[in-house]
Nanobody
Framework: QVRLVESGGGSVQAGGSLRLSCAASGRAVAGYGMGWFRQVPGDGIRSREF???????????FYSESVKGRFTISRDNSKNSMDLQMNNLRPEDTADYYC???????????????????WGQGTRVTVSS
């Protein structure tokens, strides 16, 4: 069993930056794919939206088109953690952000939430115009 805890969410104006962190405990996540997803608060109909994923060795990343060039995913396997640097934030980035890990894949374009095994509780990001 692994526990994931996100932090770093908050409220910013459009054009601002935030850095989200995800700390894993209970099991080492090194070598396994991890990702960030987001979900608009109160939107229970649509599934969580893929944001970014990173290979278990940290060498390969993949982003959704909506965040490419603005967000950067990274990980520190020595600290069992993962980050998401978000720059040039837009009001449409407002959402609850979730980190996730898969123990079925080492990495790649893991964009389907069903491919992830464990999730954090989420951290809210609010971007005002």
């Amino acid at each position: 069993q692994v526990r994931l805890v996100e932090s770093g969410g908050g409220s910013v104006q459009a054009g601002g930056s935030l850095r989200l962190s995800c700390a894993a405990s209970g099991r080492a996540v090194a070598g396994y794919g991890m990702g960030w997803f987001r979900q608009v608060p109160g939107d229970g109909i649509r599934s969580r939206e893929f944001v970014a994923t990173i290979h278990g060795n940290g060498g390969t990343t993949f982003y959704s088109e909506s965040v490419k060039g603005r967000f950067t995913i990274s990980r520190d396997n020595s600290k069992n953690s993962m980050d998401l640097q978000m720059n040039n934030l837009r009001p449409e980035d407002t959402a609850d952000y979730y980190c996730a890990v898969t123990f079925r894949y080492f990495g790649g374009r893991i964009i389907d939430s069903e491919d992830y095994d464990f999730w954090g509780q989420g951290t809210r990001v609010t971007v005002s115009s």
